[in-house]
């Protein structure tokens, strides 16, 4: 059992991103934002216009990614590919590529290589199952697809993107889809995560509920 490792697993939307840079903040903890390596993942595939079904091919550019993660930029091979990975094409992308075995392989030390002594807060699909199965809090963050599709509707709208309302209720429910019923580390919650539906709940909330589970099961200072 590790008590400096909370995961924090969940479909599309849930808040996970928001809530696991909330907690980390105020623990002093490490963050892993998975999910953007598998978007960077499916960037690279993109710009190199690789073939999304050449499994053996897209495991070569996960394994080869060249990424800083720098004051809360991302920069893949030099560029800031911050504000690109966050679009629904990319999210569709990484989604693809999250599929593949070989992705997720090349994937998996770059992952656990986070966890250090200063704790670390995960977050993704499959954090709680197959990367940090350890892992001495397990959170399952859920909430509706509309209200998903609501939230990042808002998110996209701030950052002056182009998106229609429905037809993100329909990529999200799409996405879904594809990452539970995947052969390789499908989502779902881990036997001993703790299930927080947030669709009727703020994120300080939520964050308030993970630190009070945190006091109780992790290793924090007094
Ligand atoms: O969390 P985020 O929306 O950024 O993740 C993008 C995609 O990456 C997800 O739809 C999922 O398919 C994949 N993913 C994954 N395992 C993770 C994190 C993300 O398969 N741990």
């Known amino acids: ?83 690109a990975i966050r679009s629904e094409t990319a999210g569709n ?18 992952q656990q290589r986070f966890a250090t002594s200063q704790g670390l807060v995960a977050d993704g699909r499959d954090m709680g199952t197959v990367i940090f199965p350890q892992a001495a809090l397990k959170i399952f963050l859920t909430a509706s697809a509309e209200e998903r599709a609501r939230r990042r509707y808002k998110q996209l709208k701030e950052k002056g993107m182009p998106v229609i309302l429905t037809s993100l209720v329909e990529e999200i429910r799409e ?14 919650a881990a036997d001993d995560a703790l299930m927080i539906d947030s669709s009727a709940l703020t994120i300080d909330e939520v964050v308030e509920q993970i630190l009070a589970q945190a006091r109780e099961h992790c290793d924090l200072p007094l």
């Open 1 to 83: 059992m590790n008590q400096k490792i909370i995961t924090i697993d969940g479909p599309s939307g849930s808040g996970k991103g928001t809530i696991a840079a909330i907690v980390a903040k105020n623990l002093g903890w490490r963050v892993l934002d998975s999910g953007a390596l598998y978007r960077l993942t499916g960037l690279q595939a993109r710009n190199q216009n690789a073939d999304f079904d050449d499994v053996h091919i897209l495991g070569e550019i996960a394994g080869h990614l060249q990424v800083e993660f720098m004051d809360g930029k991302i920069l893949l091979e030099k560029h800031d590919v911050t504000d």
């Open 175 to 188: 996405r879904d889809e594809r990452d539970m019923n995947r052969s390789e580390a499908p989502l779902r």
């Open 93 to 110: 992308d990484a989604s693809r590529v999250a599929a593949v075995a070989q992705v997720r392989a090349a994937l998996l030390d770059w």
